[in-house]
């Protein structure tokens, strides 16, 4: 019986194995890779595996967005709920809301989320110099790296104001959005969540911003009922790049 059981678990360890190398197979960018991904899964585990992959592979993908952080408060308390639900979200900061904050910009990294730069001032880019602008990515970029050892990458253009040629002078990928809650606004959380539910599909890129008591309930809120409707939440990089 003992060697029964043994060889039971091998089994479930080694499928376990095998689930997670045919789906990233199956996710890589080459058509070739995740069909021999795809083949593999079925010659070597069957038709069940092959449709645990699948379905994983087909699951629609959204990213939780948010600007104007960290709050000495309210961040936190979204990154204890992304934790407990091992949700990774995406992040622009001010840099001006880095300042005393730097403990939880350290964890955002810990644990995985992506950062990003929304400006130091949050100011509007196509309002000011070109020499103004990049002043104020770049100081708000050099907070960053201090604390986390790596420059952002994407950028979060405050009002959604993106001077042309911009990029070329900071080499930075702006980031907007899809669904904007104006959470700012109306700080309802039953409002907020009325207006994902109206919007969200495949792709979805949702705007928030994490100094609301309200946000956090929401965005909490919606990380449940979406995961629960089959919705996979992934950090704003993987929809926006090939």
Known sequence: MRKGKRKFGKC????????????????????????????????????????????????????????DGPDPEYTEMLLDGLKERGIKASFFLLGKSIEGNEDIVKRMYR??????????????LDRISDAGAREEILKTNNR?????GEYPVYMRPPYGAWK?????????????????????????????LSRVRKNIKNGSVILMHDEYKTTVKAA????????????EFVTVDRLILP
């Open 220 to 231: 909490l809120a919606l990380a449940d009922e979406l995961t629960e409707q089959g919705y």
């Open 164 to 192: 042309k040629g911009t990029e070329f002078c900071v080499e930075m990928i702006p980031v907007f959005w899809t669904i904007d809650t104006l959470d700012w606004k109306t700080q309802n959380v039953q409002e907020i």
């Open 12 to 67: 479930v360890i080694c499928a376990g194995i095998l689930f997670a190398v045919f789906a990233v197979l199956c996710r890589a960018d080459n058509s070739a890779i995740q069909e021999a991904g795809v083949s593999a899964a079925k010659m070597i585990a069957g038709e069940g595996m092959q449709r645990l992959v699948m379905e994983e592979l087909d699951r629609p993908q959204i990213a939780l967005t948010f600007d």
């Open 111 to 124: 644990e995985g989320h992506l950062i990003g730069n929304h400006t130091y001032n949050h100011v509007q």
């Open 144 to 148: 960053i790296y201090e604390i986390t």
